[in-house]
Every structure is written in C-alpha cells, then in structure tokens.
C-alpha cells in the first residue's frame, strides 16, 4: 500500500542563489531569500515552512552569491532535522563539485549538480522551489495532482491580469489543464479557457517523478547550446515534447479563511518589499502570521519583550497599528502604521510612520521618518527627517519612484562625510 500522504516520499530541493538585485542596497551583504521579512522571519522561511507543514523531511538548499547570512540563517533556525529520523536539510553552496571551472550555471545545472546527494535522499518525487517569494502553500495537493495527472513536469501558476503578466513567464493551457506553450515575458500573454482577461504566470514551483528529471538533467548538462535553466530550456521542452500540466495555486494556497485571497508576493523591489511588510499592519491582514496550524517557522533570538517608556506630552512610548518585536525599547517615540523587527531602539520626540525597521536600527532624538525601509544595524542620527522632502532625501538617500526611501549606514556615513 502506498502512504498516506506523498510528502513522504518526497523533497524539497530550495534555489536560494539568486542576489537579488533589484533590492539594491539591502541585497549588498545577504542574498534575497536572506533578506528580513515580517518581524521575525527571513524570505526564504516561507518556502522552508511550507514545505515541512506540508510533511516534507527532506530538504536541500542550494546557495551561491552572498551566502553566509543565509546559511548562518538556516544553521540556527533549521537546525532540528534528525537523521535516525530520516529528516535532512543540507545546505549546497556552489562549490565546483562537478569540475574545477563552473559554479551554479544555472537553476537546473544547481540540482544536476547535486545529483548524488538527491539520490542519497532515496525519493520518488521531487519538488523544486524558488527561495525568495512570500506566500503560504499546501505542496501535498500539487503532488497528488501531478501523480493523478500523470504529468511529466507540474508548474505551480498563479492567475494575474494580462495585462500585468508581461513581466512574467506565461503559460497557455486548454481545457484540461495541459500547458500548451511556455512563454518568458510575452507582450501579448495569452488568456486561460474560462477567462480571456486573466493569464497563468509561473511561479517558479515544479514537481517532477526524480528518475525523470535525474534523466533530463543529465541530456541537459550534455547540450552545449543550452543555459541549464529550468524556465528557460528544460519546461519548455517539456511543453514541446511531454506533458506539462498547471497547478493553480489557489487550489493548494493556505488561507486564514475560506474568502480570504489567495496570497503571494515577489518582494523583489523596495517598494514591493516595503508594502508587504506594511501591510500586516492592517486590521485584518491578508498573510497571517498568526496561524497556528501553518506556523512561519524560523530562527528566535532569546531576547526580553518589548517595552515602551515615558508618558508626557510630545515624548510617549507608543505603537499604533504597528508590530513590534522582542527586544524593542519604544522610548518616547511616536510608532504608526510601522513594523519594528527584533531589537530596535528608538529615543525621545522621534516619529516613525510606515517604517519598515530591521533588527537593531537606533533611532535618535527628534528623527521624523516617514515611508522608509532602514538598513539592520542602522544608527539614525538625531534629527533627521526623511519622508517630506523627496528631493532633500534623494541627495543622500535611495528614494524610489513611489517616494519610499531605502536607508543603509553607507548613506548616512556618506552624507556625514560631506557635512
């Protein structure tokens, strides 16, 4: 008899190499699955969590640009896979296994790579995930669906308007599901059968049947033409010569409750990463963070509670529709509409309004700062205003084009330099 659950005879296998550049200056020292996110958690735990909720035991993680933070990341807070138990987690920087020349040359040259340890794993399926998106998703459904559909390749999709679908990789499909042709960034997307308006955009999510990708990788690895990429050479391929089903993903999407949407976010851009964060400060979140049956695990630094300090006029410790971590003194500091990660310090008469704060940021005295993503680590020095002249703050600062400002200590040693 077959388990119950196919998680169990499957892996996660985590592409997390990616620097992410499009975070500018946040991705300078940690690539983007390292990146901070929602208080407490990093990018990548997302993909982790999902996939041990989902009861998947085996997981590995190939890393390549910047990779210290996160493996430093994954030691610490995903330490507690236990070998006796068949659970694995092993981290795979680029580390020229195959030959003395190539590191990662590509997405699917990562896995071809680790071939050796994927069959150590000893699996029947394998499921492949990008390390650097924010949602919430039971993998088990998109693992029955591609045995009941006797797919050669499923894709994870997601349904977007055509008219932003453009900055995606696309898929059109008949009836049944079948992906009939794989396109990368089409200017003019094809529709799904029930909705001209909409498009299937993938998701960077594939399940494969290991004895058939393990066989594809090695053809891939031998043809010099190719860029070793899965959404580039191998899915379409497939299309073209197997069969590729879709897995929409609001079929599988964990949600807080039956109308809620089904949420995911490339937190790819500042502006992306700062409104994302934002918004589990609204009342009802559309990402809960606060379900304990699909928990975000993650690495928890032992640090006291938060606590907020001073009580008169112009100068009180206080938070409105705003999350703050462990570890935060809130002292005389007016807090609105801002999330506050693990350890930040703030002083007397500062303002903080829709901050995106990461760990151990000091804020000094009589600082204004509104619409802002700081830097771990920052020191504010005080009085600084940002957020109320666009033209003042891109003279020291990264503002982008929707008047969010990313703030790094390089910036502000910088404009101390020069006075």
Request: net charge negative.
């Amino acid at each position: 008899m077959q388990p119950l659950r196919l998680t169990n005879r499957s892996m996660a296998f985590v592409l997390a190499g990616g620097r992410g550049s499009r975070l500018k200056e946040l991705t300078d020292n940690r690539a983007k699955p390292a990146v901070y996110f929602g208080g407490k958690t990093r990018i990548i735990d997302f993909a982790l969590s999902n996939a041990l909720n989902s009861g998947i035991r085996k997981m590995a993680i190939a890393t390549q640009y910047k990779a210290h933070s996160l493996i430093r990341h994954c030691q610490r807070g995903w330490n507690f896979f236990r070998a006796e138990r068949n659970e694995y987690l092993d981290i795979l920087p680029a580390s020229q296994r195959m030959d003395e020349i190539n590191w990662y040359r590509g997405t699917a040259d990562a896995v071809t790579q680790n071939i050796d340890i994927v069959d150590s794993y000893d699996v029947d399926y394998v499921l492949i995930l990008a390390g650097d998106h924010i949602y919430k998703m039971d993998y088990e459904l998109m693992l029955r669906q591609h045995v009941e559909s006797g797919a050669d390749v499923t894709v994870g999709c997601l349904t977007v308007p055509r008219k932003e679908a453009s900055a995606f990789g696309v898929m059109a499909v008949d009836a049944t599901g079948r992906i009939t042709s794989f396109l990368e960034k089409p200017k003019d997307p094809p529709g799904t059968p029930e909705d001209p308006e909409v498009t299937l955009a993938s998701m960077g999510i594939y399940v494969f049947a290991w004895p058939f990708l393990r066989d594809l990788l090695i053809r891939d690895s031998e043809d010099p033409n190719s860029s070793h990429d899965f959404g580039t050479d191998l899915i379409p391929a497939i299309v073209k010569g197997g069969k590729a089903v879709a897995h929409r993903f609001a079929t599988s999407c964990v949600r807080h409750s039956p109308e809620a949407p089904a949420y995911w976010r490339d937190v790819g851009t500042i502006d992306a990463f700062w409104k994302a964060n934002i918004d589990l400060t609204d009342f009802v979140p559309e990402l809960d963070l606060w379900d304990r049956q699909w928990p975000i695990w993650t690495y928890s630094e032992s640090v006291p509670p938060a606590k907020f300090i001073h009580d008169e006029e112009n100068r009180r410790g206080m938070a409105v529709s705003s999350l703050v971590s462990g570890g935060c003194i809130i002292s005389g500091t007016e807090v609105r509409n801002s999330l506050l990660f693990t350890g930040v310090h703030t002083n007397s008469y500062a303002v903080l309004d829709h901050a995106v704060v990461l760990p151990y940021v000091t804020v000094g005295r009589h600082a204004r700062l509104r619409n802002v993503v700081i830097d771990r680590g920052v020191r504010i020095p005080e009085g600084l205003v940002v957020g109320e002249d666009p033209e003042e703050d891109a003279r020291w600062f990264r503002v982008t084009d929707t008047g969010v400002t990313l703030i790094t200590q390089k910036m502000l040693d910088a404009r101390a330099a020069r006075g």
